[in-house]
């Protein structure tokens, strides 16, 4: 089991930033230590999508609504992901979920969310 544990979001301004960051813990090495770790966005009612994404090996992917302007990172040491987002706008505003993938095992676990609201 991987436990995803988030923090960062909160309420700011359009144009603003804002950092998330997700932490995993749990038997990752026993699962693999090929993984995929990214962040997805939910607002109600909609499906949750694709925000960035990126491998331990280094490839990333980007949604094209935020390319540009968010920058996905990660310290494979301290097992963590990192969202930076700059130029925040406000149909940014969502639940923020992080998310950890293992593709040779099809093993995947969430995050709890945490809100990022950006106002005018």
């Known amino acids: 089991q991987v436990h995803l544990v988030e923090s960062g979001g909160g309420l700011v301004q359009a144009g603003g930033s804002l950092r998330l960051s997700c932490a995993a813990s749990?038997?990752?090495?026993?699962?693999?230590?090929?993984?995929?770790m990214g962040w997805y966005r939910q607002a109600p009612g909609k499906q949750r999508e694709l925000v960035a994404r990126i491998t331990s090996g280094g490839d990333i992917n980007y949604a094209d609504s935020v390319k540009g302007r968010f920058t996905i990172s990660r310290d494979n040491a301290k097992n963590t992901v990192y969202l930076q987002m700059n130029n925040l706008k406000l149909e940014d505003t969502n639940i923020y979920y992080c998310?950890?993938?293992?593709?040779?095992?099809?093993?995947?676990?969430w995050g709890q969310g945490t809100q990022v609201t950006v106002s005018s």
């Open positions: 749990g038997s990752i090495s026993s699962i693999s230590s090929i993984n995929v």
């Open positions: 998310n950890f993938y293992v593709p040779r095992v099809d093993y995947t676990s």
